[in-house]
């Protein structure tokens, strides 16, 4: 009988001390490794542990920032812990990367890490404060070091991490180079790494989406106004709101892209725009190239304007477009006179159909079949008329096309592009200002 007492009293002993262990336990966190070290990460801020091996590729954005990842349906920067604190890459398979998903200060994002191990409970008392020996990553990223089984922790301060000062923002303002997309921060407060992320993840997002759903591609001629359109469309929007999932959403996003009076005739006070931009001239030939001409009334408004600014010269504009059916209506349209503006009535004649633009005018326009990606004869000319058409097409295409521009002008001539278009370079040079987007041309 003593025996047993003696038994049951050291069973209570020992779920006394294990009932005071589990009482001073006031910290958990998730264990990892990075390049055969041990870390681990406030298991608070760990939303889940994943793993995954297709990430989208976004230009521009920092080294460390591996892609963006579907999350179901919650596109999320990847964030590789090696690359971000330089350490070197574990040789590994081709395979599945493991993935820590952190949730902060609202925002979700993924780290990449070697080795996902298990979650560690401590009492906050026995973590030391950081020293310098922990000399791998920059000691500000480190909250503590911890002893546990043998095994020693170094403490990530994961918000510390991921958070962005108001100074090192300036800095980082300072010292974007051309090539960089610069996002801007929020109004207020300091911005997270997540944040500048996975706003340079969803630009990229979207970009991919707007050239699958709509062959939109942006370069250095449409990207200005793909980074103020995106800062207006991401206003309220957070997850899959930012995405372009359709075709409608693409054009939801591209809305305010098109030039004034696209596919329609140009109101008055865009062709007065457009006519303050044409230098005077004595020549008795003059001549433009209208690229992607639709069914004609573009042409037919650029025709009106040249002919009331030169009206002693010989006017010829080669207007092209890929649309068969539409080159092949335009020379015979006819119109309402109330529906025309006023400065092309002044060129029509009454017809038994209606009216049509005199034959002056008509003579001054050849309508052709062209597709603008394939070479083609024209001579050189005065004017290129390119609104909105340059972006729809394929980068290759879009800098080949501007070489095209380059040969076929004459010297200072004039390209007009469509409003959020523009072209870089010393070889062009702005001559008009929004709703007009114009380039003379140095050759």
Known sequence: MAAVIKDLEQVNADLQEQKER????????????????????????????????????????????????????DIIPIIDLRQFFHLPLESKNEGMENMLILHINDQVYGTIVDKIDKVVGINKEQIQPPHPIFGDINIKYISGVVEKQGDLYIILDVVRIFTVTEEEKKQSRSTVSDGEYFVPPPPSGDQTLAQRAAANTAIGFVQES????????????????????????????????????TASDADDFLDTFSSPCSGEFW?????????????????????????????????????????????????????????????????????????????????????SNGYSFNQSIKDSIIFEYHDVTNENSLPDVDYILARDIISFLPAQEQARIVADFSEKLKTRGIVILGRNEELGGVLWQSVADDPISAYLHNS
Not at 47 to 72: C, H, M, Q
Not at 210 to 239: C, P
Not at 282 to 301: D, L, P, R
Request: include cysteine; aromatic fraction near 12%; proline fraction near 3%.
């Open 22 to 73: 589990v009482e001073n336990v006031d910290f958990k966190m998730v264990t990892f490794s990075l390049s055969g070290k041990d870390y681990g990460v406030d298991i608070m801020n760990v939303k889940e542990i994943a793993k995954a091996d297709k990430f989208t590729y976004v230009p521009n954005a920092a080294s460390f920032v591996r892609g963006v990842y579907n999350l179901r349906g």
């Open 210 to 245: 707007l050239a699958a759903l709509k062959r939109f591609n942006v370069t250095s001629i449409n990207d200005r106004w793909l980074h103020r359109r995106f800062s207006e469309w991401s206003t309220g929007r957070t997850g899959e709101a930012l995405q372009l999932r």
């Open 267 to 351: 109101s008055e006070s865009y062709a007065n725009a457009v006519k303050k931009i044409l230098p005077e001239s004595s020549a008795g030939n003059i001549s433009a190239w209208n690229i992607g001409c639709g069914k004609g009334y573009e042409t037919y408004s650029f025709a009106c304007i040249m002919k009331a600014k030169y009206p002693n010269a010989n006017i010829k504009i080669w207007a092209n477009d890929n649309d068969i059916m539409a080159v092949s209506q335009a020379p015979n349209m006819t119109f309402d006179l109330e529906e025309l503006p006023e400065f092309c009535r002044p060129f029509m004649v009454r017809g």
